[in-house]
């Protein structure tokens, strides 16, 4: 067994997973898997740049993270950066403080190589089961982009498009006055549905997705309608997993998350504070990308891009 720790920091969160892998057997142990919003992306759509604030909101996760990593003695660390990262003038900043803190440099990675990462690690438990047919289609919907990758036992083609939860929201639901409209005009709902159909539009030229046989949905969007379609009082991750969520329960949450307040929103338990203006878009994602493919399920994971950084260091 290799003990690694693997960092996923994204547009709208960061997160640790510290585990003790075994490449030869499959095996990855948990011992510790934690996530906190630092909405690193916010504003980046607007202005090309990283904010002050949001920089120190990540890199005080990263202290955090820094001292997990010591207590459990982490042999390898591997620190992958995603969408912002990717988009923002001032990157350099964001790796010289990540750098500073823990003693990586973070990885700005190609959309292809984070499709590839989610793909490893949403499938490799998926080997062997009879239920599920193959080619999987595995849609990891970030807060910046959204990932789309199909393959059986590896990735056949994939592509990530600037489309997700933390995005969508900036660009269409927030005023002049930096507020999030509350609830969405059936303006600004239309003008969402227009940017995700041209990217699925776009994705269907150049990814097969509609030759898939089993949806894969992945990240905090995904998980969070699962755990409000499964009526969950407070977040499970172990009921969560390999959920299986209907069509029709995605299409009538997603309609309730455009039609309600903020203040409705956070009365559910279920939906990280830090999501609450930000996961109703996440969801029309998620329900125009079945209505595009025909899926008449979703298939949740909570092992994505963190479990395939850390099968990539074993």
Sequence with gaps: MTRVAAIDCGTNSIRLLVADANPQ?????????????????????????????????????????????????????????????????????????????????????????????????ATKELTGRADLDKPYLVVDIGGGSTEFVVGDDAVRSALSVDVGCVRMTERHLVGEDGKVTDPPTPAQIEAIRADIAEALDKVTQIVPIRSARTLVGLA?????????????????????????????????????????????????????????????????????????????EVVVSEHDILDGIAWSIA
């Design 25 to 121: 057997t499959g095996e990855l142990v948990d011992l510790d898997r934690r996530m906190t919003i630092v909405r690193l992306g916010q504003g980046v759509d607007r202005t090309g740049r990283l904010a002050p604030e949001a920089l120190e909101r990540t890199f005080a996760a990263c202290r955090e993270y820094a001292a997990v990593i010591k207590e459990h003695g982490a042999e390898h660390v591997r620190f992958v950066a995603t969408s912002a990262s990717r988009d923002a003038e001032n990157r350099d900043e964001f790796v010289a403080g990540v750098l500073d803190i823990l003693g990586v440099e973070p990885e700005v990675i190609t959309g292809d190589a984070e499709a590839q990462f989610s793909f490893t690690g």
């Design 220 to 296: 905090g969007s995904v998980t969070t309608v699962a755990a409000l379609a499964l009526g969950l009082q407070e977040y499970d991750s172990t009921a969560i997993h390999h959920s299986r969520i209907p069509y029709e329960k995605v299409a009538e949450l997603t309609d309730w998350l455009l039609a309600s307040t903020h203040d409705q929103r956070a009365l559910k338990p279920v939906i990280h504070p830090g999501r609450v203006d930000v996961i109703a878009s996440g969801a029309l994602v998620l329900r125009l990308i079945m209505e595009w493919t025909g899926a008449r």
